[in-house]
T-cell receptor
């Protein structure tokens, strides 16, 4: 049983570019949440998707958007990249009526 | 902001029990206590959660005080692989079951297990 997978593992982009990160949830899970973790900080919640809709959103600008597909996988898109967007982006999957969120290994994004 | 307070760092000798404290004095009756840990550069790993009663699983035990204002995570026999940042998080119960809402991470406790 595969756990949460994320792609790519690492990514380097230039300021102003756009990026798409991908997440496949743990088998049987229907909810995907995205977190941003800057160096030395705890993860910060970006948004959560269930039934292909954004259900909750953290304090992130509209440059951050997402999507959930019918197979429950999800994408995180970031437009007009800033240097401050450099971080580890974590995807977590869960059951909507469950208790645990299981995290993937993350995508390390570097903006130069 | 995180609703929990944890010591920034702790040391533990290998093979001994590691007791990690957490204060959550403003916890509401419908909020669970969760523990996650993060080993360097990996995604956080779920450890355990509880509401009122003490809980135990294959990884750890969670002791919650009767007034629910604090809790302790116990790793019974710490190994070098338990060196990580440990996060204590409170999370609201869902209206129809489960626990919903995002996880609000604080700075956590950096546990160093030493030989």
């Amino acid at each position: 049983d595969a756990g949460v997978t994320q792609s790519p593992t690492h990514l380097i982009k230039t300021r102003g570019q756009q990026v798409t990160l991908r997440c496949s949830p743990k088998s049987g899970h229907d909810t995907v949440s995205w977190y941003q973790q800057a160096l030395g900080q705890g993860p910060q919640f970006i948004f959560q998707y269930y039934e292909e809709e954004e259900r909750q959103r953290g304090n992130f600008p509209d440059r951050f958007s997402g999507h959930q597909f019918p197979n429950y996988s999800s994408e995180l898109n970031v437009n007009a990249l800033l240097l401050g967007d450099s971080a580890l982006y974590l995807c977590a999957s869960s059951l909507w009526y469950g208790y645990e969120q299981y995290f993937g290994p993350g995508t390390r994004l570097t903006v130069t | 902001d995180a609703k929990t307070t944890q010591p920034p760092s702790m040391d533990c000798a290998e093979g001994r029990a590691a007791n990690l404290p957490c204060n959550h004095s403003t916890i509401s009756g419908n909020e669970y206590v969760y523990w996650y840990r993060q080993i360097h550069s990996q995604g956080p790993q779920y450890i355990i959660h509880g509401l009122k009663n003490n809980e135990t699983n294959e990884m750890a035990s969670l002791i919650i005080t009767e007034d629910r204002k604090s809790s302790t995570l116990i790793l019974p026999h710490a190994t070098l692989r338990d060196t990580a940042v440990y996060y204590c998080i409170v999370r609201v119960a869902g209206n129809y079951g489960g626990s919903q809402g995002n996880l609000i991470f604080g700075k956590g406790t950096k546990l160093s297990v030493k030989p």
